[in-house]
């Protein structure tokens, strides 16, 4: 079984190398996600293979760091690709309430919240910890499924407002997340000597990176086409605007201008140019002295009539 440890960890440590190469945007969430899989399979394969209740304790602590925040981090993630607008103190409000979960989980073998006793013992050569359950353990059942409960809620909203990319994409990322929450039950049910969950996060993973790349595809084609559509506006007007305006406009500013046709938002500009939201606006400002408007509806306004 410590062999089956050692496989998912080292396919952890392979998914994130996969991820740089799947996820050209490099998304935090996605990144810290995969991290958090990573501790949490090595914390598994550090208690398989603990010789005292003290190391185990510790193997124990680091499974927890990685599987109290991946909740965090999934839920990120999940409304990031719903599109929704994420306040600015909730991911710092949900870090505190993940640290205070983190140091209750990790409480076992100092104080008697989480586990009232604990000790080691070895089945089929794999060191297990013999737990008895402490009043605050089921503060962490009711910890994930807040976390589930909010995930799917998204997700349906997503789903009724169409705020992602299609509906196909909603149904995606629910069936990773209700199939996470099966296979949580599951384990907690037949109390196995293997933590299944090491597995399921790989699968996660795995599913994810492949919602991501489909996505990644997707936004492709729609930009390919967008762009295309903007260069062919901006060509049909370019003999209605007077040359001297477009020639005072740099090879950067050229390039921002379809977006602008196009209201694009500066932040995906600058993602889209591989520069900083500051620079697309000093490039904006730029265009609009040079071209004589104030905004981007006077910019159009002024194209289409000259």
């Not at 402490?134 to 799917?152: E, T």
């Not at 762009?227 to 049909?236: G, L, N, Q, T």
């Amino acid at each position: 079984m410590v062999s089956l440890y050692d496989a998912t960890f080292a396919v952890s440590l392979l998914m994130i190398a996969v991820y740089f190469f799947v996820d050209k945007k490099h998304d935090k969430w996605l990144l810290l996600l995969f991290t958090s899989v990573a501790v949490c399979d090595m914390g598994y394969l550090l208690l398989s293979v603990s010789k005292t209740l003290e190391g185990a304790l510790w193997a124990n602590s680091v499974a927890y760091l990685g599987s109290v925040f991946l909740p965090f981090f999934l839920l990120m993630m999940i409304m990031k690709l719903s599109q929704i607008k994420v306040p600015k103190y909730l991911p710092w409000v949900l870090i505190g309430i993940n640290t205070v979960m983190l140091f209750i989980a990790t409480s076992g073998g100092y104080l008697p919240i989480y586990y009232k006793n604990v000790s080691l013992d070895l089945v089929d050569g794999v060191a297990v910890l013999v737990k008895e359950y402490g009043p605050l353990h089921n503060v962490y059942k009711i910890y994930l499924f807040a976390y589930f409960a909010a995930m799917v809620s998204i997700i349906i909203y997503t789903m009724v407002k169409k705020t992602a990319a299609s509906i196909k994409h909603s149904v995606f990322l629910a069936f990773v997340v209700i199939g996470n929450i099966a296979i949580w039950l599951v384990e907690n049910i037949i109390h196995s000597g293997f933590e299944f969950l090491a597995i399921s996060y790989i699968i996660t993973e795995g599913l994810i990176l492949l919602l991501y790349g489909i996505l990644q595809d997707y936004e492709k084609n729609n930009e390919k086409s967008s762009v295309a559509e903007i260069e062919i506006k901006v060509v049909e007007n370019e003999e209605a605007v007077c040359d001297n305006l477009l020639k005072d406009l740099s090879e950067r500013e050229k390039e921002v201008l379809p977006y602008l046709l196009d209201n694009t938002k500066r932040k995906e500009i600058a993602e889209k140019l591989f520069v900083t939201e500051s620079t697309i606006k000093k490039h904006t400002s730029s265009i609009y002295k040079k071209l004589e408007v104030t905004s981007r509806a006077e910019l159009l306004e002024k194209l289409k009539h000259r």
